[in-house]
């Protein structure tokens, strides 16, 4: 979907964050706290990128995610598969994972545009830089880092381009799980 098709109100590329959040996540718990607080405010239509280095905790929060959105069965990695689909009680929710992709085309070929942005559903995308530009613009994106005590400790940066996207920002800072900045 190029960013001309999508409607008015959904942010642009480019533009700057509405709001950021920072997070520590000294631990595992700690991410699916922070995804538990974010869960109750996510809209249909929502795209969320989740973006860092291998292992950072994409799936993990994704994993986390599902669970809080009352998804009970196996959470896979789409590594191998691209894309995973849910059909949970509020929305459906597209997982993906871009990072075998080699070409920003790629997603494109494999007509994921059809789901991207799909107002009925919410798409969490791991690797969203392998796209390109020519993906839409996200509503919140959740970046994760990994801090000094490198087994276990994770920071998390929280950056708003939507209003859908504040109100998960501020579900999450509410909770405690996120401070605003
Ligand atoms: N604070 C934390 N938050 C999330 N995961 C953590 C944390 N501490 C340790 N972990 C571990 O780090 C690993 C994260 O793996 P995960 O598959 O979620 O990473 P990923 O970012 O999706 O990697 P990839 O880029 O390969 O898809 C898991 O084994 C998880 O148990
Ligand atoms: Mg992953």
Known sequence: ????????????????????????????AATAALADAIA??????????LCGELGAGKTSFARSLLRALGYQGRVKSPTFTLVELYNLSRFELYHFDFYRFTHEEEWLNAGFD??????????????????????????????????????TGRSAQLEAFSAPGVACLNAACAAGCCSLG
Do not use: N, Q
């Open 1 to 28: 979907m190029t960013d001309s098709a999508r409607p008015e109100h959904l942010p642009r590329h480019g533009a700057p964050a509405l709001a950021l959040g920072h997070a520590e996540l000294p631990d595992e």
């Open 40 to 49: 109750p405010a996510l809209a249909a239509g929502s795209i969320i990128f």
């Open 114 to 151: 059809e789901l991207i942005g799909s107002s009925a559903a919410v798409s969490l995308i791991e690797w969203p830089e392998r796209a390109g530009e020519g993906l839409p613009a996200p509503d919140l994106t959740v970046r994760l880092r990994y801090r000094d005590d490198r087994s």
